[in-house]
């Protein structure tokens, strides 16, 4: 009797593994199933994921579960934010834990193939970038032989400078302080000529923390590449392509100029790709697995992807952050959409 | 001298009452001298006591004036107190930014709480406080105490998630704040300190396998640092787990918490137990009593007074160590607090939040020290002089 449940338990592990693997591509059935979406994000950082004074998420990265959300279930609301540690972020999306990881992760071969993981494109193109004050009549990062550069220590941030210094010749003092309120100090207190780290950071750092913010200027070197993105694990392909497209849709939707409170009236353009991208013709949502109206959907909810950027990163936020490489690729930066057909 | 100016006759009316005071009795307890008291003399005697002293208290005190001036101008004088927007803030650079806290504070204790909803842990963070406030009254310390707290958490969880009588649901993953910490540090002490008395009673058992059993957790648990209990129990635990299962992750650290500190009160627990002489352990014994009776009426109540202060100790470390939970992504206090910093809107306010969530968390652990006093006084006065 005892062996009996013995191996009965066993074989109901066994099917529950087997099972387990052979249902990873029925993810997004799962979603549907569940009728919300399991969405990580980070802890808390300006522009990308952070809760606001009501408690409410805001944010790139929030707001593209929420564009995922609207595609899917016709409401941008279906979702669940969990706040994960930079330790855990990687764990709770092979356990489970989350559908999908949109929290300002690095797209790097490393973490597509050894990972496990799928990103599903690029939805910020960050890169690391120098700080000075203009007094110091510094114009480019070369001339910076001999400063002191203060930078936080134990991320790529402090060995991009050490790669960037020894490949260029050029000898910095860097200051490494942990803390990023201590940092700010030292360098606006001037115990440090220059400040690096994410240039969207050095933004951010200088439109709420300087005393005078036109006093100090960013240089044009960018000195490593750090494309964010969404990612989600090997083998849910489908519900990969919900989230590349969804996204996509928003790219492509500023590129036809459709915003948030023009969707509707744009479904009466002649012009077929707008009408693919809203649904009016058929065919792509039924692609995805999804209703017609998911592009429609997704834009609805947060708007186009320049929308997207001025409300969280850009003249709209407190961050006022330059579209640069995020701008499209016929305005002079690189976000570019494959077609959505 | 004659002998007559010995006898107690012919001594002036104080002298006599300070004989009567050195031979002890209780009545005549006689004021100093004038000019003996005071403050006047108080620092006379330990702040200018000799010229070295008097430099070092001159100096101490320039230097307290100095710095208590510059936090006083910063905090008081020039400080905003009401702003809309944190550039009325930054414009004024020199002082502290007030306005920051009336935005921020509720968030910090409310975390990401859903907005209409937040009356819900204010009264769920009354009622734990106001719980805790009860249980330090002796005259509870009955039945009573165990029917408040059954009822108390019963209301709690209602609240906290919701779900029936029209409340809408709010998972765990939304908690945040004060309740957070609250609910961390009270539900974990209070799950770990039977399991502790267990734990040390088993410790000292003549059992060998009970006796294995329980060095061995304690040893296990208390070996490592807490921080890695937490991680294990939010990263590894769910990699273990089949797919699809997921335990919640605010359960999970809160049996992580318990664990721990019931390893901690434990090993409390047996310092209180070592001190309890033989002779009581061998009284109860020739009393007949059975072993529950004898550990529930002679040694338990005299081993868990002496353990107060130590007790109280790894309470309050226990209270600041929930903010740990920051690693592993749950928002109580310390997190909401980092998270509100980090705000575009009203980013770089650090030293308000951290001052505010300071003040927040001295509250309550001087609150537990002075109350860990009285009950030290109170329950120990048969071993006071």
């Known amino acids: 009797m005892l062996s009996k449940t013995i191996i009965a338990a066993a074989a109901a592990t066994l099917t529950a593994f087997v099972a387990g693997q052979a249902m990873a591509g029925a993810k997004l059935d799962a979603i549907k199933a569940r009728g919300e979406i399991l969405c990580g994000v980070s802890t808390g950082l300006a522009g990308f994921s952070i809760a606001d004074s009501q408690g409410k998420w805001t944010g790139i990265d929030v707001d593209v579960c929420r564009a995922v959300a609207a595609a899917l279930f016709g409401d ?105 309120e201590e940092i700010e100090q030292a360098f606006f207190s001037g115990r440090c000529d220059a400040y690096t780290t994410d240039a969207s950071g050095l933004a951010a750092t200088r439109a709420s923390k300087a005393p005078k913010p036109d006093d100090y200027m960013l240089l044009p070197e960018i000195i490593s590449k750090e494309p964010l993105g969404p990612a989600v694990q090997h083998g849910d392909d489908q519900w990969a392509d919900l989230i590349r497209w969804t996204f996509n849709a928003l790219v492509e939707a500023e590129e036809y100029g459709i915003t948030a409170a023009k969707v509707e009236e744009m479904k009466k353009s002649d012009n077929p790709g707008i009408k693919r991208l809203l649904g009016v013709t058929p065919g792509l949502g039924k692609n995805l697995g999804v209703s017609e109206e998911w592009a429609a959907n997704a834009i609805k909810a947060v708007g186009n992807y320049g929308e997207m950027y001025e409300r969280n990163v850009g003249k709209g936020s407190p961050l006022k952050l330059d579209r640069g490489l995020n701008a499209l690729w016929n305005a002079g930066g690189i976000m570019y959409s494959p077609p959505v057909r | 001298m004659s002998i007559d100016q010995t006898l107690p006759g012919s001594l002036a009316p104080e002298d006599k009452a300070n004989l009567q005071a050195a031979a002890g009795a209780p009545e005549a307890i006689v004021a100093p001298p004038g000019g003996t008291g005071g403050p006047v003399l108080w620092m006379r005697k330990n702040l200018f006591g000799s010229l070295r002293d008097s430099i070092i208290t001159v100096l101490l005190g320039a230097v307290l004036l100095y710095v208590g001036w510059g936090f006083f101008k910063w905090a008081v004088i020039g400080a905003t107190w009401t702003a809309q927007t944190a550039d009325a803030c930054r414009a004024n650079a020199g002082g502290a930014c007030w306005a920051y806290l009336v935005e921020k504070a509720p968030f910090m204790l409310y975390g990401t709480y859903p907005f209409e909803e937040r009356w819900r842990p204010t009264i769920v963070s009354l009622l734990i406080i106001a719980m805790l406030v009860s249980s330090c009254d002796r005259r509870m310390w009955n039945w009573r105490l165990a029917a408040m707290w059954v009822v108390g958490f019963a209301v709690s969880w209602i609240l906290m998630f919701g779900g029936v009588f029209g409340l809408p649901y709010v998972e765990t993953g939304l908690w ?102 033989k002779g009581q352990y061998e009284a109860a014994d020739a009393l007949g009593l059975s072993y529950r009776l004898k550990t529930q009426m002679i040694i338990l109540p005299q081993a868990l007074r002496l353990v107060i202060p130590p007790l109280v100790n790894t309470f309050i470390g226990f209270f600041k160590d929930t903010s740990l939970v920051y690693i592993i992504g749950i928002y109580d206090l310390l997190t909401a607090g980092e998270s509100a910093v980090k705000d575009p809107a009203w980013r770089g306010f650090a030293n308000e939040t951290y001052l505010f969530l300071a003040a927040v968390y001295f509250i309550f652990c001087f609150s537990m020290s002075r109350y860990s006093q009285y009950l030290e006084r109170d329950l120990n006065k048969s071993h006071r002089r």
């Open chain 2, 176 to 277: 945040g704040g004060l309740p957070v910490t609250l609910i961390l540090s009270v539900v974990a002490l209070a799950a770990a300190f039977p399991m502790a008395i267990l734990l040390a009673l088993g410790r000292r058992s003549n059992m060998p396998a009970i006796k294995a059993l329980c060095v061995g957790f304690i040893e296990l648990i208390r070996g490592v640092p807490l921080i890695s209990l937490l991680i294990m129990a939010s990263v590894m635990l769910p990699l273990f787990l089949p797919e699809g299962v997921t335990i919640d992750k605010f359960l999970r650290a809160l049996v992580a918490f318990s664990l721990f500190a019931a390893a901690y009160l434990a090993e409390v627990i047996r310092g209180g137990l070592q001190a309890i002489p």
């Open chain 1, 76 to 180: 941008g609301n279906k979702v669940k934010f969990v706040p994960l540690s930079a330790q855990q972020r990687f764990t709770a999306l092979q356990s489970g834990e989350v559908d999908v990881l949109s929290r300002n992760t690095t797209y790097t071969q490393q973490r597509d193939t050894a990972l496990g993981l799928n990103f599903t494109g690029v939805t910020y193109y960050d890169g690391q970038g120098f700080m000075v004050a203009k007094k110091t009549n510094v114009k480019s990062a070369k001339e910076l032989g001999g400063a002191t550069v203060c930078v936080q220590p134990g991320t790529t941030t402090e060995l991009n400078l050490a790669d960037w210094g020894r490949a260029n010749k050029v000898a910095f003092k860097p200051v490494v302080i942990e803390k990023l």
